[in-house]
């Protein structure tokens, strides 16, 4: 799979969050978290995900951000809805 062609038709085709507070506040909803290495809250979103796959992504919240061709750092991807993505894939 190639993970940032699936991550951004996720993002453009499904519902995903981007930050760690949005990822706590919407855990009930989310189908996988996407997680940078780098995140601070890493440890507590890991805790409280209860049945819901983490992933965690090789780099840091900088390259995150940059794959997603946004101009700052993401530190977690809460993904809602896949849409026409296979991004679920990386929760099995």
Avoid at 23 to 48: N, W
């Amino acid at each position: 799979m190639d993970f940032a062609k699936e991550l951004n038709r996720a993002v453009s085709t499904g519902k995903v969050y981007f930050g760690a507070k949005e990822a706590l506040q919407r855990g009930e909803e989310a189908q996988l978290f996407i997680v940078s290495q780098d995140c601070p809250r890493k440890k507590e979103l890991m805790e409280q995900s209860g049945d819901v796959p983490v992933f965690v992504y090789g780099g840091n919240g900088c390259s995150l951000g940059t794959l997603l061709k946004k101009p700052y750092a993401i530190s977690v991807i809460t993904v809602i809805d896949a849409g026409a993505s296979n991004i679920l894939d990386l929760g099995k």
